[in-house]
C-alpha cells in the first residue's frame, strides 16, 4: 500500500503549539501524511468571547474537511476541544475528532503529595470541562487552575528562537508552586500544547522540581488507536503541508516549519 492510498492526518491548533503533538503523531503513524492547520488569524483563542469562537472554528472546519478530507482531525489545543469538541462531533458525523484535554485523571494518579497544578490559558481555566475532570477524576486531590494571559504568546516567541525574561516567565508559573502542611506541588499539568517547548525552562526556573505533564504522546497513541495500520506500508519521506489561516506566516515561522519537515502553503 502507498502514501497516495492513505488519507492524511489533519493536527489543528491556534498557533504552533501543536506541533509537540504532531511531532509524537508522526513517530506511530509513519504510513500517514500530516497536514498542519495553524489558524494563526485567530490565535490567541484565549481572548474571544464563547460563541463567536464557537462559531469560527466550526465555520472553519466545514472549509478544512471539504478541501483536505482527511482520515481523521486532531484538535491539538486545550482551548478550541474544550468549548467546542462536542460541537464539531454533532455538526460533522462522519468524521473522527481526537480532542486535547488538561491530563488530569493522569496527575490525579501520579501524584504522592495530593497537591496538582493546572497551568492553562485563561479560556480553557473557565471551562465547565476542565471543572468536570476535577470533579471525575481528581477529587481527593487539591487542584489549583492557574490560567496564564501571557504564557502562549510567550511559548510562540519562545519556539521561534526569540530571548524571553526569565523574570516574567517565573511570574507566569510561580502560581503553580503551592506549599500546603508540610507539602508541596509535585505535579504541573501543561494544559496548553505550546507550553511543553518551554518545559525546560520552567524546569530551570521552577522552585522545586515538579513532574510537568506533557499530555502529547498521550493524545498521539489515542490516533493512532484509531487509525488502521495497512500492512506492507513503507515509512513516508518528504515534506507535509503547513497553513496558516492568515495566509502570511513570518519568516521565522516558515524557517521552522521546514525544521519539522512541513513545507508552508
Known amino acids: 500500500m502507498t502514501a497516495t492510498d492513505l488519507k492524511p492526518i489533519l493536527v489543528f491548533d491556534s498557533g504552533i503549539g501543536g506541533l509537540t503533538v504532531l511531532r509524537e503523531a508522526r513517530v506511530l503513524m509513519p504510513e500517514r501524511h500530516f497536514i498542519y492547520i495553524a489558524d494563526d488569524a485567530g490565535f490567541p483563542y484565549g481572548g474571544w468571547e464563547e460563541e463567536a469562537l464557537r462559531a469560527h472554528v466550526i465555520a472553519l472546519f466545514c472549509r478544512l474537511l471539504a478541501e483536505h478530507d482527511p482520515e481523521i482531525c486532531v484538535i491539538a489545543c486545550n482551548t478550541a476541544f474544550t468549548l467546542v469538541g462536542a460541537d464539531?462531533?454533532?455538526?460533522?458525523?462522519?468524521?473522527?475528532?481526537?480532542?486535547?484535554?488538561?491530563?488530569?485523571?493522569p496527575a490525579a494518579e501520579r501524584t504522592r503529595s495530593g497537591l496538582v497544578s493546572v497551568l492553562a490559558t485563561p479560556g480553557t481555566v473557565k471551562r465547565a470541562y476542565t471543572r468536570d475532570l476535577i470533579q471525575s477524576f481528581a477529587s481527593q486531590c487539591?487542584?489549583?487552575?492557574?490560567?496564564?494571559?501571557?504564557?502562549?504568546?510567550?511559548?510562540?516567541?519562545?519556539?521561534?528562537?526569540?530571548?524571553?525574561?526569565?523574570?516574567?516567565?517565573?511570574?507566569?508559573?510561580?502560581?503553580?508552586?503551592?506549599?500546603?502542611?508540610?507539602?508541596?506541588?509535585?505535579?504541573?499539568?501543561?494544559?496548553?500544547?505550546?507550553?511543553?517547548?518551554?518545559?525546560?525552562?520552567?524546569?530551570?526556573?521552577?522552585?522545586?522540581?515538579?513532574?510537568?505533564?506533557?499530555?502529547?504522546?498521550?493524545?498521539?497513541?489515542?490516533?493512532?488507536?484509531?487509525?488502521?495500520?495497512?500492512?506492507?506500508?513503507?515509512?513516508?519521506?518528504?515534506?507535509?503541508?503547513?497553513?496558516?489561516?492568515?495566509?502570511?506566516?513570518?519568516?521565522?515561522?516558515?524557517?521552522?516549519?521546514?525544521?519539522?519537515?512541513?513545507?508552508?502553503?
Open 142 to 265: 487539591h487542584v489549583r487552575l492557574v490560567g496564564s494571559e501571557n504564557l502562549a504568546r510567550m511559548a510562540e516567541a519562545y519556539i521561534r528562537g526569540e530571548k524571553l525574561d526569565d523574570a516574567e516567565v517565573l511570574a507566569e508559573i510561580a502560581p503553580c508552586f503551592i506549599e500546603m502542611d508540610g507539602r508541596k506541588t509535585d505535579i504541573v499539568v501543561l494544559a496548553c500544547t505550546h507550553y511543553p517547548f518551554m518545559a525546560n525552562l520552567f524546569r530551570k526556573l521552577a522552585p522545586w522540581p515538579v513532574d510537568w505533564l506533557d499530555p502529547a504522546e498521550a493524545i498521539a497513541r489515542r490516533a493512532r488507536s484509531l487509525v488502521p495500520l495497512p500492512s506492507g506500508f513503507q515509512p513516508l519521506n518528504g515534506e507535509d503541508p503547513a497553513i496558516f489561516t492568515s495566509g502570511n506566516p513570518d519568516f521565522s515561522t516558515r524557517r521552522l516549519m521546514q525544521g519539522f519537515g512541513l513545507t508552508v502553503r
Open 88 to 105: 464539531l462531533r454533532a455538526a460533522f458525523p462522519g468524521m473522527t475528532f481526537v480532542g486535547t484535554v488538561p491530563a488530569i485523571k
